[in-house]
């Protein structure tokens, strides 16, 4: 039987594939440590499983409207107007299935075959895979741990071609926790405005920061009318299980990716979408103890960096993962296994500490090695432990 050739690269996530594997060792009975998976540890909050509660006996049990709910958009234009600092029209909103759709609705949506589309290096796993499914071919720039993993504008420039139609990337980032400042972002947004470029912003992590406030980049003129705004409730108000993401977008690409989404999904579940009314209508102070806890274990983190000679990266931003340049284990061989890249030491980690990782490679950058945060102390601090022991 032959699958579609549109597929025939496709392979699952290496953060899902990492998973995976470290579920068969617990299965076996191995006390495995996952910190491959990008998803807090904390449950949703109870004031936003009692507006889910309080939907289902009030039967929000039919089919939503396919971009939303009136009343969650005009709950999402709220928030982009209290944290972001700009306006959207109802029109412009379209409520997904998380933002990972939000993303591949949009991809969809503004991509030709052959269009080329700007992705920094490194970048979610998925966006490259999105882009292809699209039609549209990843062009990747690489920065580097000296940069702080972010793209300077030269940096950008080379990658231009007349064929270039977008650039994605995450502020905060994952995997490496970096966050533009403001006026990184506003070289970006002229950039773009100079090279007529569609900007897709994705903004997952905005609350997860632990210095200034992060600028969406749509915030400034020249990329107002041509940003895509991908944002969600997974990250800040651990809601990964809801699925709910949206995107605040230039009207004519919201109405098709509703068109596209009517045809697919005919909308996100109805009973969470009630449910991220209350959340993103809540005061941010409902959910700072989570964000609280996670600056805290940065800190953990980056002592334990300190004291593993072989990891050396820049103090992490935002989001909740470690991303260390790991090229000093390479060539060089721990409990009798060779180290050869980052893959070969991300399984090390994992037969040999029982600690489950994601390689840079999965995230363009095969130099490093991402480590997410997203547990407990006790067991960030034995993951850690068994990791400086292994590489010693
Ligand atoms: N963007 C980034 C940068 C992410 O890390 C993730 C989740 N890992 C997503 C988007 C997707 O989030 P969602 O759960 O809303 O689909």
């Keep these: 039987m032959q699958l579609s050739n549109r597929l025939e690269n496709l392979q699952p996530p290496a953060t899902i594939a990492m998973t995976q594997k470290a579920r068969e060792y617990k299965a076996q009975g191995k006390d495995v440590i996952s910190l491959s998976i990008g998803e807090p540890d904390f449950d949703t909050p109870d004031f936003i499983k009692e507006a889910a509660k309080k939907a289902i006996d009030e039967n929000y049990s039919h089919y939503p409207p396919v971009a939303g709910f009136p009343e969650l958009k005009e709950a999402i234009i709220r928030k982009f107007k209290r944290d972001n600092n700009f306006e959207y029209k109802p029109s412009q909103i379209v409520v997904s299935t998380g933002a990972k759709q939000s993303i591949y609705n949009t991809f969809q949506c503004i991509l030709s075959d052959g269009d080329e589309v700007i992705i920094p290096t490194p970048y979610w796993v998925t966006y490259a895979d999105i882009v292809e499914i699209s039609g549209g071919k990843p062009v990747f720039v690489q920065t580097t741990v000296e940069s702080k993993f972010k793209a300077s504008v030269e940096m950008l420039e080379k990658a231009i071609s007349p064929k270039t139609k977008a650039l994605i990337f995450s502020s905060p980032n994952n995997p490496s926790g970096c966050v533009y400042s403001k006026e990184e972002l506003h070289e970006i947004a002229k950039f773009a405005q100079k090279h007529d470029l569609i900007i897709v912003s994705d903004e997952i992590y905005e609350h997860i920061v632990y210095g200034e406030k992060m600028t969406s980049i749509a915030s400034f003129p020249e990329a107002y009318d041509r940003t895509v705004t991908i944002n969600g409730l997974s990250k800040a108000f651990a809601m990964t299980g809801w699925r709910i993401g949206y995107i605040g977008a230039p009207e004519k690409i919201a109405k098709a990716c509703d068109t596209l989404q009517s045809q697919v999904t005919s909308g996100a579940n109805s009973i969470a979408q009630r449910a991220a009314i209350t959340a993103l209508d809540a005061d941010l102070s409902e959910i700072q103890y989570m964000i609280d806890a996670f600056e805290k274990r940065r800190s953990l983190m980056m002592k334990w960096v300190e004291e593993i000679e072989v990891f050396k990266m ?34 090390l980690i994992l037969d040999e500490a029982y600690v489950s990782t994601v390689s840079g490679s999965a995230f363009g950058m095969d130099n490093c090695l991402r480590i997410s945060y997203a547990a407990s102390e006790e067991q960030l601090n034995e993951a850690m432990r068994r990791i400086k022991e292994l590489l010693a």
């Design 314 to 347: 820049p103090e992490p931003e935002g989001a909740f993962y470690i991303f260390p340049d790991v090229s000093a284990t390479f060539g060089k061989t721990y409990k009798g296994k060779l180290v050869q890249n980052a893959d070969d030491l991300s399984m």
